[in-house]
Structures are given as structure tokens and as C-alpha cells.
């Protein structure tokens, strides 16, 4: 099984600043095979990058992606307020076939 | 416009079955990988079931051999049958399709709410 761990859990900043999200898995992942969703509550998760680093139709260029084999990073260049929610890293590999990060709550400091 | 809508939630208690379903708009069903992806009450996002174009399935290790997902190519609709529920499989369920060529989920349905319990 292929595990994502995501860190920090919780990141706590303000309005403008820079947020960047880490996503470490235990095994390789191919570049195509992850993505970044983000989740607000009692909404279902949107996803934000695919394929590592393409943004999904409609997401500002302030949202990035990167990384490659094990290490991705998701990066949001200027917090908006809008931006303050549960972010999830997923993958698709081998059994199980699909895998998520435990998630990072990011929260209005 | 795509549109994914779950149905078939509810209260159910444990070892009882449900099935879920999901119809679809705006593509086919048949010719995209469907998954189910589940969410327990202030948990992360799990998935459950894929099927693919082929038909293959595949199933997280523990509702396998509980757990039947299925498509219905005349109704553009998709299933997942649950048999011998559990307390944990209390959740949110969703219905998702694989983006080609990529592994991640580009359309999501609302969400439907299975509670498991006596």
C-alpha cells in the first residue's frame, strides 16, 4: 500500500501569505498519478492539481503544484479567504488503487 | 453540463444491505473509470470501489467480498451494493469519475450519508 503522509496537519496564516503543503508518499508515484483536492465543509472536495502540476479548470494561478517520486508539494502564493479549508494529496498506484493524505487543515490564524 | 447524483442513502442497522446509486449526465458512464469514495464523520477521504471500462473492478481490502460496485450502461447509472454493513462504514458516500489518462477524480456527485446502526 502506498502512503501518503501529509504535513503540516494543521497550518495556521493569515490573509496573504504564503501556505505550502507537503505530501510525502511511501512509494513512488508517477508524475501523472497525483493530484490535490481541497474540501470545505459539507461540500464534496474540488480538485486543484492534477498530474502534479496542471491546475483544474477555473483554479487561480496563485495554486501550484511540484515534486516528483516520493515528495509533492501544493503551494498557495497569497491566501485569500476563500483558500481556508482541508486539503487532501491523492494517488493512483497498485493495491489499494487509489490512496488520500489524512489531510492538512488550513485555518485563519 | 456534468452532473453526478447519489441516492439510496440512509439509516440501516448492522449486517443489512443497501445499494447506492449514481446517475450520471453529461458523459457515459461505461467508456470512464467510476469510483466510489467515502467519507466518515470528520475523517478523510477514503476510497471504496473502482470499475473500469473493461468492466474490471477493484476494492479497498476491507469491504472486499461485502461490497459489489456494478453499472447499469442503459440507465447511465452507477451501483454500489453493500451487503453485511458495519458501524464503520458509516459515511459519506460519493461517486467520482477518473480523469483519462490521469489518476485523479475530476467530477464529484454531492455525496450520500450511509449511518450504520442499531
Known amino acids: 500500500e502506498n502512503v501518503l503522509t501529509q504535513s503540516p496537519g494543521t497550518l495556521s496564516l493569515s490573509p496573504g501569505e504564503r501556505a505550502t503543503l507537503s505530501c510525502r508518499a511511501s512509494?513512488?508515484?508517477?508524475?501523472?498519478?497525483l493530484a490535490w483536492y481541497q474540501q470545505k465543509p459539507g461540500q464534496a472536495p474540488r480538485v486543484l492539481m492534477y498530474g502534479t502540476s496542471t491546475r483544474a479548470t477555473g483554479i487561480p494561478d496563485r495554486f501550484s503544484g511540484s515534486g516528483s517520486g516520493t515528495d509533492f508539494t501544493l503551494t498557495i502564493s497569497r491566501l485569500e479567504p476563500e483558500d481556508f479549508a482541508v486539503y487532501y494529496c491523492q494517488q493512483y498506484g497498485s493495491s489499494p488503487r487509489y490512496t488520500f493524505g489524512q489531510g492538512t487543515k488550513l485555518e485563519i490564524k | 453540463e456534468v452532473q453526478l447524483v447519489e441516492s439510496g442513502g440512509g439509516l440501516i442497522q448492522p449486517g443489512r444491505s443497501l445499494r447506492l446509486s449514481c446517475a450520471v449526465s453529461g458523459f457515459t458512464v461505461s467508456t470512464n473509470y467510476m469510483s466510489w469514495v467515502r467519507q466518515a464523520p470528520g475523517k478523510g477521504l477514503e476510497w471504496v470501489s473502482v470499475i473500469y471500462t473493461d468492466g474490471e473492478t477493484d476494492y479497498v481490502d476491507s469491504v472486499k467480498g461485502r461490497f459489489t460496485i456494478s453499472r447499469d450502461n442503459s440507465k447511465n447509472t452507477l451501483y454500489l451494493q453493500m451487503n453485511s454493513l458495519r458501524a464503520e462504514d458509516t459515511a459519506v458516500y460519493y461517486c467520482?469519475?477518473?480523469?483519462?489518462?490521469?489518476?485523479?477524480?475530476?467530477?464529484w456527485g454531492q455525496g450520500t450519508l450511509v449511518t450504520v446502526s442499531s
Open positions: 512509494q513512488s508515484v508517477r508524475s501523472n498519478d
Open positions: 467520482a469519475r477518473g480523469r483519462p489518462n490521469y489518476g485523479d477524480f475530476n467530477y
